[in-house]
């Protein structure tokens, strides 16, 4: 049967694909904008006739129906990451947390400890040689279609299709529903004064030639604004975003320097604009690879001069970031953050970056305290921190001793903050 009529008989409408769902499955959803909005939407209808359903993913970036606590016995969504779409859910616990650093996420699906029964994603269209591209989320994705039972793809004209290992072959699709909505798309977050003078500091430490990996957030994105005048940068990342589109577009980002990959930008999912979209699609200059791949410490680190950028919510005067969560209450989720961290210590010249403002809720609390708050969830150790970035400056804590950490933490808080925290250090011995 040729590839068009395999694609002819595996077409239906989202309703017939939820049949493909059994009780008791655990459906696999990529990243963000991955996620298939024709198929979530008819799971959400015909939940309660289902039972003991989860639907796992890292980051949620719409509502769903079925995303409710008067239906979690019938379909529950499992985080693999909180966003503002599931945070509340997850603070209340009637949505599930399953905590584990990025790069891993397909090793627990190949190894079934994380279940994968059936996958649903968005997709590009079909090519000629019978593949489509999970280019938004390739991520833990692909390792699921290798498992799961039944693999449904949404097909939208609006997907690109990526170079790298992101393919699916429709010998190997379930069912194929149809929609023509345009993909999801995500602004750049909103850049304060605070954000920009963190980003400065940043910005001057990064050397041409570098290659970079920028999370989310308004403080990397405000690095990445301050990175146009830089040459020869590269890209291996998690997210592909606007910011470092706008970087291609300048010129800075050339890639040609990167001693891995070199002339590729690299990452395992997008989340952005239709004009970042547009530019992913067949691109011979951008590959989409799983997360094991993009952020493998090992891997990612055959990078030289690999600059890594990430936010955390609060930090102790060791170095110890709790990145997602607010004492025991759950925020967001471990991500890549010590992925990467990992990676730029191990790169040649490489730097990882933890960046935060020194405050919190118009300058009454501190993120830099003495001791992580109980129950804090940390996402980066002690032993792996590097860079320290507040808008008072930069603390490097890599190979200092306690008492040096807590010298150089303190001069980065906030001035109204000092005093307190020097008390503090010298109540634990750090001073």
């Not at 604009?273 to 993009?294: C, G, W």
């Not at 969830?377 to 890599?398: C, F, P, W």
């Given at each position: 049967m040729s590839f068009k009529n395999q694609y002819q008989s595996k077409l239906g409408s989202a309703d017939d694909a939820i049949s493909h769902v059994k009780n008791g499955d655990f459906i696999i959803v990529p990243t963000g904008v991955g996620e298939p909005p024709a198929l979530l939407t008819a799971l959400s209808e015909q939940r309660r006739r289902l039972r003991d359903v989860k639907v796992g993913q890292i980051l949620a970036v719409r509502k769903f129906g079925y995303i409710d606590p008067e239906t979690v016995e019938h379909v529950r969504h499992v985080a693999f990451f909180f966003g503002a779409s599931t945070r509340a859910g997850g603070q209340a616990g009637w949505i599930d947390f399953i905590p584990s650093y990025f790069s891993e996420m397909p090793s627990l699906i190949e190894r079934g400890q994380i279940p994968a029964d059936v996958v649903f994603s968005i997709a590009s269209p079909m090519d000629q040689h019978g593949y489509f591209a999970l280019s938004l989320g390739a991520d833990y994705t692909m390792a699921a279609v290798a498992k799961a039972r039944a693999v449904v793809l949404e097909v939208n004209p609006n997907v690109p299709y990526a170079n790298g290992n992101c393919h699916v072959h429709i010998s190997q699709v379930a069912a194929l529903v149809e929609s023509t909505e345009p993909v999801m798309e995500v602004g750049l977050p909103k850049i304060g004064p605070v954000q920009v003078a963190i980003g400065k500091y940043v910005a001057d430490m990064i050397d041409d030639g570098s290659t970079l990996q920028i999370g989310y957030g308004g403080i990397p994105d405000?690095?990445?604004?301050?990175?146009?005048?830089?040459?020869?940068?590269?890209?291996?990342?998690?997210?592909?975003?606007?910011?470092?589109?706008?970087?291609?577009?300048?010129?800075?980002?050339?890639?040609?320097?990167?001693?891995?990959?070199?002339?590729?930008?690299?990452?395992?999912?997008?989340?952005?604009?239709?004009?970042?979209?547009?530019?992913?699609?067949?691109?011979?200059?951008?590959?989409?690879?799983?997360?094991?791949?993009?952020?493998?410490?090992?891997?990612?680190?055959?990078?030289?001069?690999?600059?890594?950028?990430?936010?955390?919510?609060?930090?102790?005067?060791?170095?110890?970031?709790?990145?997602?969560?607010?004492?025991?209450?759950?925020?967001?989720?471990?991500?890549?953050?010590?992925?990467?961290?990992?990676?730029?210590?191990?790169?040649?010249?490489?730097?990882?970056?933890?960046?935060?403002?020194?405050?919190?809720?118009?300058?009454?609390?501190?993120?830099?305290?003495?001791?992580?708050?109980?129950?804090?969830?940390?996402?980066?150790?002690?032993?792996?921190?590097?860079?320290?970035?507040?808008?008072?400056?930069?603390?490097?804590?890599?190979?200092?001793?306690?008492?040096?950490?807590?010298?150089?933490?303190?001069?980065?808080?906030?001035?109204?903050?000092?005093?307190?925290?020097?008390?503090?250090?010298?109540?634990?011995?750090?001073?």
């Open positions: 405000a690095v990445v604004m301050q990175l146009a005048h830089k040459h020869d940068l590269g890209v291996h990342t998690e997210m592909i975003g606007d910011g470092i589109l706008t970087l291609v577009e300048s010129g800075a980002i050339t890639n040609r320097k990167k001693s891995y990959l070199p002339g590729k930008t690299v990452a395992t999912f997008a989340l952005g604009s239709k004009k970042l979209y547009q530019f992913m699609d067949r691109n011979p200059a951008l590959e989409i690879h799983p997360v094991d791949f993009t952020n493998d410490p090992y891997l990612a680190a055959k990078n030289d001069k690999l600059m890594a950028i990430n936010a955390t919510l609060q930090i102790d005067l060791l170095g110890q970031c709790g990145s997602e969560s607010l004492g025991h209450v759950p925020y967001s989720g471990t991500g890549g953050q010590a992925d990467f961290v990992r990676a730029a210590n191990r790169s040649r010249g490489g730097k990882a970056f933890i960046v935060l403002p020194s405050t919190a809720q118009n300058d009454r609390l501190t993120r830099i305290v003495p001791t992580l708050a109980p129950g804090t969830h940390m996402s980066t150790s002690k032993n792996d921190i590097n860079y320290v970035v507040t808008e008072y400056g930069v603390a490097q804590l890599r190979g200092k001793s306690a008492k040096q950490r807590a010298q150089e933490m303190i001069a980065i808080a906030h001035p109204d903050f000092r005093g307190e925290l020097t008390e503090a250090a010298k109540k634990m011995q750090l001073l």
